[in-house]
């Protein structure tokens, strides 16, 4: 953990001092150098965005083709890996359409909002010990809000396009999104009350590398946490189940309808920068984030000490960070071809009567807890090793009761992917 | 329509009318309903038919009896072989002609073979319309082996044009009964998994039950038939009430909706009915294949130019998978009827939705008429 | 209480069904796919075009065995849409020749009435269904280029086609297709009935003044994809 009263390094700061250092300019230059730091690094993760939403794509049909007992995409490219290329291209040269009736200007601005809103998230989430874009000390809450732009881009998209339907869309997703804050932004004080500290980085640190020393094994209410976490971030997606904002069986397309070519790929931008922020998040507050499972014991033995700037410790950080998230980016795109979607009332109960209540549940019962654990050290490890081998059971149950479901189906093992 | 929609619309209140349709995802071909909506909230729909009209009957006048044939494949598409089985029905009540017993037991296997493709893509685009993806694709997937069995026994994958005037086409091939059944055996496994992984889901039965629910009275008093009628707790099978072919040999029992995760008679019954539907079809199959005898596919001495006595009528129904599906046929004692008319079972269905969509939301719409199980030109022939 | 009791089975259930739900969607990431690849001749899992798989009975494009086909116009008759079309002619010796033999499969709905009626087996369904073409009105399919003495059928003597199955069609599509320079615009246009006209045993309408080019015929690439 950091020493109080100091923020760790961030990417902007690095920069910043790198620049400052090596060209040897003096105070007066401090804005400008700031703006381009600064500029970098968003040129930076906005194509780690554009490198990550691309290639999901084509993930998510591969995987979605699989579990439909179909191929996928396998024309463009090896496998079809250029596919989100294509795509993408197709998209960039498709006449850019804004209807007649439409209200153009927020016709033309919402998309930026909903995809500004996406990627301001980007500034907060840590990928490695020093990459972040700026390690704020309200990092959770700056997400939060920043993220509840999208509301407004999609009400607004919905409106200027002057479709019944877009409107409908559009009037779910305001719904969907502003009641869903709500257990959200709860479950996620969970984390905040275990490791004292609102900077995502401070929470990161204050977590152990191991499974066991993550948050959600901190107790059966940080466990509770994690999933109340992942259903809210789910429904503030528009991810399935909850995909009602865009339900093509019942709104055609919901708030997008009217959109194409560039206008439209900034929508499904901003849900696949979404799908990232989503599991990012869940990983730095419940799972540990970088931390390289058995690094420090590694180094500690062999008398040194690991340092933030490190690269290679970086590099490791990213790989297992990405790892985490890129499991956790899995998961959703797997509820998202297993479930049906809810209702718009439904989406309402489940969150009023069940998120919420359950997250404050969560909330006071963690903080209770804390207090509990202060008085008796021994329920810390005792919770800890329970939740952890609960997360197992369900982990490996759900493998073998996957086996099974195989062998009722009298088929053989396939495991080859690449056809 | 339109207007009239228009007219009763109460602007003051916010509400707007609302074309869902023609082209609409889950209208299941081109149907447009009219809604008469706040906000999400339907007042009514109003379902508008006639996009998809062919003048099935009209071109019956004009053509012999034996080449009207093909033309009752696209009654519906989904389940040819019951609109075949039913016209060939009507008129060989209408000439007189008695069928050999392998060919009755030929059609059956046909008819069941068909009611487990055609309820396949009932469950399965009801659950799409619900949002989930993927067990529509693994129905689609075992109805693509049953096409394959069409394949095989008929020629064709979706307009069979199987049945004859006095008979069938073809005769099983070479060790198609072992294939059914292999296939049947692995099926009933598959009906599990399709309910473990949909039916028994919370989010999918919250959407369903409760919703749309029809009582047994209202059921009976809007002509609806087929499976949704009985998942109103109405045992109602033609196959047993008005048994034709040899359905009265076979045992098997009439699925009716019990109800059991919400009320009777709504769109969760209906969907589940269908489910248990195509287990009794596979029991059906299965006593088929034990069953048939040898002998002819089809009656001797059938008439090329068929010509039933003057001023006879007739009307022949069969259980089809969307209900009855009846033939009337009137003769003038030509090669080709003076009068056909088509009863089915989904254009009897769509009645029922304006009365019943009065207070659904709009997504309670879509699983109503995708409950309903309706198919376009079969409403609208 | 018992709201108390609902509330929590209520949310047990959900979470059990879901799991449920996807531990079946987990076990076809071990489970084969059973998409078929369809263009490529060697695609998994056939390992050959897929028309060699087809079974013997499958209805695709008509095809006419020449060589065996008696000229009794049968098919012709059958045939409720009026998609076939034959022509007889006696030549100065009183011969009668087949002069024309000619299927529509733009308006052909494959239901296979004529290949029952046929008495020697000579018009027959073959397996090739993938016919598109650079112009519909080479859909018509001309099985006859010159004229052919029609077959005698004999009495006790079982007439069987010797040329393999879509042999035939795949030549008259090859021969049909892309729009040949040889072909003059007229020949190719001409439609077979002009008259729309509902089958049963109706004479068939007599063949219509020779249709105008719509446009320059464009040369087109597209393969029989035979």
């Given at each position: 953990m950091m020493p109080e009263g100091m923020t760790s390094p961030d990417l902007v700061g690095l920069i910043e001092r790198w620049v400052v250092s090596t060209l040897g300019l003096s105070g007066n230059w401090a804005p400008v150098v700031l703006l381009g730091a600064a500029g970098a690094v968003a040129a930076i993760m906005l194509t780690f965005v554009a490198v990550f939403a691309g290639p999901v794509t084509w993930v998510e049909r591969r995987v979605a083709g699989r579990l439909q007992s179909r191929i996928g995409p396998n024309r463009v490219g090896p496998q079809g890996i250029l596919q989100w290329l294509a795509d993408g291209i197709k998209n960039l040269l498709k006449e850019d359409l804004i209807p007649e009736a439409a209200d153009s200007l927020l016709f033309r601005l919402a998309p930026y909002l909903v995809f500004g809103g996406m990627f301001g998230?980007?500034?907060?989430?840590?990928?490695?010990?020093?990459?972040?874009?700026a390690d704020l000390d309200i990092g959770i809450v700056y997400v939060l809000a920043i993220t509840s732009i999208v509301v407004v881009g999609l009400i607004m998209s919905g409106w200027a396009s002057n479709n019944k339907w877009s409107l409908l869309g559009g009037m779910r997703a305001a719904a969907q999104i502003v009641s869903y804050e709500v257990p959200t932004a709860l479950a996620l004080l969970v984390p905040v009350i275990i490791s004292g500290s609102l900077s995502t980085q401070g929470i990161i640190r204050a977590q152990g590398a191991w499974p066991w020393e993550w948050n959600i094994a901190h107790s059966p209410l940080a466990f509770a946490a994690f999933f109340l976490y992942f259903v809210g971030a789910l429904a503030e997606g528009n991810r399935?189940?909850?995909?009602i904002p865009e339900a093509e069986s019942e709104l055609v397309s919901g708030y997008n309808t009217e959109y194409s070519g560039f206008r439209f790929l900034a929508f499904a931008f901003a849900e696949w920068a979404n799908l990232w922020i989503m599991s990012a998040v869940a990983t730095t507050l419940f799972l540990g984030g970088w931390h390289v499972p058995g690094l420090e014991e590694i180094v500690g033995a062999m008398g040194a000490k690991v340092a933030d700037t490190s690269v290679l410790y970086n590099l490791a950080g990213l790989v297992v960070f990405t790892a985490k998230s890129s499991l956790l980016v899995l998961m959703v795109i797997q509820v998202r071809w297993t479930l049906p979607r809810l209702r718009v009332d439904q989406l309402m109960s489940v969150s009023w009567k069940y998120l919420v209540p359950l997250s404050f549940v969560a909330l006071v019962g963690t903080a209770a807890w804390m207090l509990a654990v202060v008085e008796v050290p021994a329920l810390d490890v005792v919770a800890r090793g329970l939740t952890f081998v609960a997360f197992a059971f369900l982990t490996v149950s759900g493998f073998l009761r996957a086996r099974q479901n195989r062998i009722l189906a009298s088929e053989k093992r396939d495991w080859k992917w690449f056809i | 329509m339109e207007r009239i929609v228009l007219r009763q619309l109460d602007r003051n209140q916010g509400e707007m009318l609302l074309?869902?349709?023609?082209?609409?995802?889950?209208?299941?071909?081109v149907i447009n309903f009219l809604l008469q909506a706040d906000g999400e909230i339907i007042k009514q729909a109003i379902p508008e038919v006639g996009y998809l009209h062919r003048g099935m009957e009209k071109i019956a006048e004009q053509t012999a009896y034996h080449g009207y044939m093909p033309y009752t494949d696209r009654v519906d598409y989904l389940a040819a072989i019951f609109a075949n089985h039913g016209y060939a029905l009507a008129v060989e009540r209408l000439a007189g002609i008695e069928v050999p017993p392998r060919a009755e037991y030929l059609r059956v296997i046909a008819s069941e073979l068909n009611r487990i493709a055609s309820h396949l893509i009932a469950v399965g685009s009801m659950v799409m319309d619900l949002g989930a993806f993927t067990p529509f694709l693994l129905g689609i997937r075992e109805r693509e082996k049953l096409n394959d069995f069409f394949e095989e026994l008929v020629g064709s994958r979706l307009t069979y044009n199987y049945v004859r005037i006095g008979g069938v086409a073809h005769d099983l091939t070479p060790g198609f009964a072992e294939r059914v059944l292999g296939f049947l055996d692995r099926f009933i496994p598959f009906l599990e998994e399709y309910d473990r992984l949909i039916s028994y889901n919370e989010i999918f039965v919250g959407r369903l039950a409760n919703i749309g629910v029809i009582d047994a009275g209202e059921a009976t008093a809007w002509g609806l038939s087929g499976p949704n009628i009985r998942s109103s707790g109405v045992s109602w099978d033609l196959r047993r009430d008005d048994p034709y072919s040899v359905y009265p040999d076979l045992e098997f029992d009439v699925v009716v909706g019990k109800g059991w995760r919400g009320v009777l008679g709504d769109c969760y019954d209906r969907y589940y009915a269908r489910i248990d539907e195509m287990r009794q079809s596979v029991r059906i199959l299965r006593q088929a294949f034990a069953r048939i005898p040898e002998g002819d596919i089809v009656a001797p001495k059938v008439p090329r130019k068929l010509k039933p006595p003057a001023g006879a009528s007739c009307y022949a129904a069969v259980e089809s998978a969307r209900g009855e599906l009846g033939y009337w046929v009137a003769s003038d004692g030509t090669d080709r009827p003076t009068r056909l008319k088509i009863r089915t079972g989904s254009f009897t269905a769509m009645e029922i939705i304006k009365t019943k969509s009065r207070g659904l939301m709009i997504a309670d719409l879509v699983a109503l008429i995708s409950s309903l199980d309706v198919v376009a030109p079969e409403i609208d022939r | 209480m018992k709201a108390v009791r609902e509330y929590f089975v209520d949310l047990w259930r959900t979470v059990y069904s879901i799991w449920e739900g996807m531990s079946v969607t987990l076990s076809y990431f071990e489970r084969r796919p059973t998409t078929i690849q369809y263009p490529e001749p060697g695609g998994m899992p056939l390992g050959k075009p897929l028309e060699e798989t087809l079974p013997e009975r499958f209805r695709g494009i008509l095809e006419i065995d020449l060589d065996i086909c008696s000229g009794c116009l049968t098919c012709s008759r059958t045939c409720p849409i009026d998609c076939i079309a034959v022509e007889m002619a006696k030549d100065a010796e009183g011969q009668r020749f087949l002069t024309r033999f000619d299927v529509d499969i733009s308006k052909c709905m494959f239901c296979g009435l004529c290949v029952e009626e046929c008495k020697t087996g000579a018009l027959r369904h073959s397996p090739i269904f993938a016919a598109a073409m650079a112009d519909p009105y080479n859909l018509v399919l001309r099985y006859i280029t010159t004229p052919v003495k029609p077959y005698k059928q004999v009495k006790g003597v079982e007439s069987k086609s010797e040329k393999p199955r879509g042999s035939i069609a795949r030549e008259v599509l090859a021969r049909w297709d892309s729009c040949r320079d040889d072909v003059s615009p007229d020949a190719r246009h001409r439609p077979v009935l002009p008259s729309w006209s509902f089958g049963g045993d109706r004479a068939p309408a007599p063949a219509g003044e020779a249709r105008a080019p719509a446009a320059v015929p464009e040369i087109g690439k597209e393969g029989s994809d035979a």
């Open positions: 998230a980007f500034v907060v989430l840590p990928f490695s010990a020093v990459g972040i874009a399935t189940p909850f995909d | 074309n869902m349709g023609p082209h609409h995802p889950s209208t299941h071909g | -």
